[in-house]
Each structure stands twice: as C-alpha cells, then as structure tokens.
T-cell receptor
Framework: QKEVEQNSGPLSVPEGAIASLNCTYS??????FFWYRQYSGKSPELIMF????GDKEDGRFTAQLNKASQYVSLLIRDSQPSDSATYLC?????????FGQGTELSVKP | EAGVTQFPSHSVIEKGQTVTLRCDPI?????LYWYRRVMGKEIKFLLH????????ESGMPNNRFLAERTGGTYSTLKVQPAELEDSGVYFC??????????????FGPGTRLTVL
C-alpha cells in the first residue's frame, strides 16, 4: 500500500513567521509531488508541484524535495492569516494522485 | 472560464436508497477523476476517465458504485444501495493531459453525502 504521511496538526504560527509543512512518501519510485491548499468547505487548489531534488520557489512558497529521504516539504514565508487552511501533500501514481491526510495551518494575527 | 462543477452540493439519504452525483469538468479536459474523502481520512482516488473510457477504476470500493461518462463530457457516480460507510465528500477533478509532471488536476467543490 503506497502511502503519503503528513502531520495533521494543527500547526499554529504567528503572522509574519515561516510555516514549515512536511510530508513523507513510501514509494521510492515516485516522481511527481504536489501541494494543494484547501480552505474549509472549498475545493483543493494547487499551490506548487515539484519533481526534481532541491528547492523550487514561487513567491512566498518554497517546495523542497529530497528523494533519497523520501521527503517533501512546503515553506510559507511571511505567513498571513489568509494562509490559514489545510495543506495537502500528494504524489502522482500514473494518472491519479495519492494524498496525505493534510496539515491544518493556523496563522495568528 | 468555468471551473469543475458538481451537483448536488449536499445530499442526505437513507441507507438503502440510491444517489447519483454529477460532475461537469472544465471544457476541453479529456481526463476526469473521482475522489472521496471520508471523515478523518485522506482524499482517496476512486477512478479515472479518459474521454468516455475508464482508464483506471482501481479505487472503486465495490460494485455498489457505478461511474459513467457517456459522450466524454459530464460524468455521473451512482451509489446503489447506499450504506452508512459511503458518507463523505466526493470530489471530481479534471485535467488536460495525464502523466505529465506539471499537469494540474482542477478540483470541483465536492458533494457532501450523508447516509443515515
């Protein structure tokens, strides 16, 4: 059973701080990794994807991938209250996505 | 451009009844996916259509679930007869070309199904 693991949280950070969200995956052959953000009652929306080892930056978001450790993370710099949501890590297997349980992030003003 | 739409947004039914969920993908997206999130669990894949063909239905829980996509446009997911454990949020997603690492799956708002 291929799995994606995330700490469910909640993770609470003060406004302006860096939020660090972590995810591990079981299939060493996985190639493509995604971070989705889901506000309560809304649809998941894609924030970033990454498939090469190292860092990928997009605005305040940085995705980090370490295939040797089977670890992918998402850093959110200068966190804002509007970043409060559940963050879902997903791994692509063929055409489908395998999701972790999600980490609830709360950014306090 | 309209996103992925799903109908109904909520459905409450009795155990043993039938429910049909509908998904309209983004126009031009050949790939359509159904996922489900039950309480306290992760979002899980159910099946994948490419146009009107079932590409992967490995996630369908049992034969009480029937998905169709006649004509390769909208899709329906029927649960018959519904059981208590079928309660959850059913998401539909669509994408253009599968298998590419930067191919985004766009999700609909979901249908919340409650089986009493």
């Amino acid at each position: 059973q291929k799995e994606v693991e995330q700490n469910s949280g909640p993770l609470s950070v003060p406004e302006g701080a860096i939020a660090s969200l972590n995810c591990t995956y079981s299939d060493r052959g996985s190639q493509s990794f995604f971070w989705y953000r889901q506000y309560s009652g809304k649809s998941p929306e894609l924030i970033m994807f990454i498939y090469s080892n190292g860092d990928k930056e997009d605005g305040r978001f940085t995705a980090q991938l370490n295939k040797a450790s089977q670890y992918v993370s998402l850093l959110i710099r200068d966190s804002q209250p509007s970043d409060s949501a559940t963050y879902l890590c997903a791994v692509r297997e063929g055409g489908k996505l395998i999701f972790g349980q999600g980490t609830e992030l709360s950014v306090k003003p | 451009e309209a996103g992925v739409t799903q109908f109904p947004s909520h459905s409450v039914i009795e155990k043993g009844q039938t429910v049909t969920l509908r998904c309209d993908p983004i126009s031009g997206h050949d790939n359509l996916y159904w996922y489900r999130r039950v309480m306290g669990k992760e979002i899980k894949f159910l099946l994948h259509f490419v146009k009107e063909s079932k590409q992967d239905e490995s996630g369908m829980p049992n034969n009480r679930f029937l998905a169709e996509r006649t004509g390769g446009t909208y899709s329906t997911l029927k649960v018959q007869p519904a059981e208590l454990e079928d309660s959850g949020v059913y998401f539909c997603a669509s994408s253009q070309v599968p298998g590419q690492s930067d191919n985004e799956q766009f999700f609909g708002p979901g249908t919340r199904l409650t089986v009493l």
